[in-house]
């Protein structure tokens, strides 16, 4: 059995929670205290960060890689485009979500005013530029939910919580927001999660 060691306010491990319920697969979740680290994260990973994959004597870290390895080992529903175009723009999307959204979180969570205040700027705008996407598909690659639905997944969950307002020009992706929250196995993932959140 996999089991996913996460935080329950971690955006990077909301992203591996919701692949294990997508697969709907048997799997154990350990809740790690961020601010009362165990010891043995320090083995596992260089970091001590969370997400962290293990399976018998294989673990992984980053989140990305750890969902790429779920959807190898269980391609049911299968989450990375088969084509290898389709799976190379995924890629891609995946590496700019990083470098243009995922960047600044730790800034705005983490950082003072003035930078906090000018990562919420920057979150702001990237994902007003990506809204239109949304007038002419359904999720991110077309039609067909993804793993680029799953990594952006998160941001678009905490967007009230970060104080971040989109203009109404990004209604569309407001509405795509909404059809990923209602997914059930986003529900599953983020109950523990919206719990923890509001306290």
């Known amino acids: 059995m996999?089991?996913?060691?996460?935080?329950?306010?971690?955006?990077?491990?909301?992203?591996?929670?919701?692949?294990?319920y997508e697969k709907g697969m048997d799997f154990q979740i350990i809740d790690?205290?961020?601010?009362?680290?165990?010891?043995?994260l320090a083995v596992m990973t260089p970091t001590g960060a969370v997400p962290i994959?293990?399976?018998?004597?294989?673990?992984?870290?980053?989140?990305?890689?750890?969902?790429?390895?779920i959807d190898d080992r269980f391609p049911h529903p299968q989450l990375i485009p088969a084509d290898p175009v389709m799976r190379a723009r995924?890629?891609?999307?995946l590496h700019r979500f990083e470098q243009e959204l995922f960047c600044h979180i730790d800034l705005i969570e983490n950082g003072n005013q003035k930078t906090a205040d000018k990562a919420?700027?920057?979150?702001?705008d990237n994902l007003s530029i990506i809204a239109p996407v949304f007038t002419k598909q359904k999720f991110m690659l077309g039609d067909d939910f993804s793993i680029l639905d799953v990594a952006i997944a998160p941001?678009?969950?905490?967007?009230?919580?970060?104080?971040?307002?989109?203009?109404?020009?990004?209604?569309?992706?407001?509405?795509?927001?909404?059809?990923?929250?209602?997914?059930?196995?986003?529900?599953d993932a983020l109950t523990a999660s919206e719990k923890a959140m509001r306290k």
């Not at 293990?54 to 390895?69: A, G, K, M, T």
């Open 2 to 20: 996999m089991t996913l060691y996460s935080a329950t306010t971690c955006p990077f491990s909301h992203r591996c929670r919701i692949v294990l």
């Open 32 to 40: 790690v205290d961020l601010h009362n680290r165990p010891e043995d």
């Open 53 to 69: 994959l293990v399976e018998r004597d294989l673990i992984l870290y980053e989140s990305n890689i750890i969902n790429e390895y």
């Open 90 to 93: 995924a890629r891609l999307f």
């Open 120 to 124: 919420r700027v920057l979150v702001h």
């Open 155 to 187: 941001l678009l969950w905490r967007l009230n919580h970060y104080g971040i307002e989109l203009p109404r020009q990004a209604a569309p992706l407001l509405k795509y927001a909404e059809r990923l929250f209602s997914r059930p196995a986003f529900i």
